[in-house]
């Protein structure tokens, strides 16, 4: 696993005690600006802050201050474990020969304190990632399978003998799956949170937020859909080429556990994904109480996905 820390701009990068955090496998330094790693730490965004400086004039001769979050207090108290082990090692050789010379102090003070914040659960992590594959799943499969049986029965062809125009057909299809679609979001989060106490800040303002959000992504797996409908010869072929489609996403995209424990070359593939920005959307909105306003980034990116994918799906889509 891997525990996401806050670098202070002062520390001093060139200690051992900095060193010897960075090359621990467990801790992942998070490079961002003073001000948004307070932010992150009282979302609970990352588990600590820390603060190496060197004394100049007084012993001994670092002073690690480290900032926790009741947010993220598992996370912290992981990193504290680390901590407490490195500054153990470090200080043993100055504990022994102080044995001999009492004036010879530890070589690193440790000063923590604790940020206030609400407690970020397990739960508020894995819901969205779930909810989002979800609608991925029923966006390509559901789509991808309707549309090819529609075009080998025929069906489809006989509505071409009607008054039935082409896009009626699209977009009846589209709003029926939009709509069961949501009816099964709102499930899964009026489930989580009286279940399993799911974090809604603004609570139906909330809900409300996240129902958009999910419009905006099943649209675009939806696109997705129509592609591998367009490809697939026959219903045997779907489901793989709809899992080459869902299931890099569902591995990569954050949905149980971050993407910042995948390897560095690994990482840039995820960021790339729109299950990626739906899920991180979803985790603002819902614990954040961000509005979509303030996950306009993320919006933007699946739109983006949205003109990519429908114009392969206007390529590839076939009526007969």
Do not use: C
């Not at 979050?69 to 090692?89: C, R």
């Not at 099943?218 to 409908?229: D, E």
């Not at 961000?290 to 990116?301: F, G, R």
Request: no cysteine; proline share 4%; glycine share 6%.
């Amino acid at each position: 696993m891997k525990v996401d820390v806050g670098v202070m701009s002062a520390t001093d990068t060139s200690s051992v005690i900095y060193q010897s955090l960075k090359k621990n496998p467990i801790i992942h330094f998070v490079n961002e600006s003073d001000k948004e790693m307070n932010s992150d730490l009282e979302k609970g965004r990352i588990a600590a802050v820390v603060l190496i400086t060197k004394n100049a004039s007084q012993m001994p001769p670092y002073t690690v201050n480290v900032s926790y979050s009741k947010a993220s207090q598992e996370n912290g108290n992981i990193f504290k474990s680390v901590l407490y082990g490195v500054l153990s090692s470090i200080n043993r050789p100055a504990m022994a020969a102080a044995a001999v010379m009492a004036q010879i102090p530890p070589v690193a003070e440790l000063k923590e304190t604790t940020v206030t914040g609400r407690i970020y659960k397990t739960i508020d992590f894995i819901l969205p990632g779930q909810l989002g594959f979800s609608l991925l799943s029923s966006g390509v499969f559901g789509t991808a399978f309707v549309f090819l049986s529609l075009r080998i029965t025929l069906v489809i062809k006989r509505f071409f003998a009607t008054p039935v125009k082409r896009y009626s057909i699209v977009l009846g299809e589209m709003l029926a799956r939009i709509l069961f679609s949501l009816l099964g979001a709102l499930f899964i989060i009026i489930i989580g949170h009286y279940a399993f106490d799911f974090t809604l800040v603004n609570g139906v303002v909330t809900v409300i937020n996240m129902l958009a959000l999910s419009v905006i992504g099943l649209i675009v797996f939806m696109g997705f859909g129509f592609v591998v409908s367009g490809i697939a010869k026959n219903e045997s072929t779907v489901p793989p080429i709809a899992n080459i489609i869902t299931l890099p996403q569902f591995l990569l995209s954050g949905t149980f556990f971050s993407i910042s424990a995948f390897p560095k070359w690994l990482q840039p593939i995820s960021n790339a994904l729109p299950l990626t920005y739906l899920n991180d959307a979803m985790r603002k909105v819902a614990f954040e109480g961000a509005t979509l306003w303030d996950v306009n980034h993320q919006i933007l990116v699946l739109f983006i996905w949205m003109v990519i994918i429908y114009t392969v799906a206007v390529k590839t889509f076939k009526w007969e």
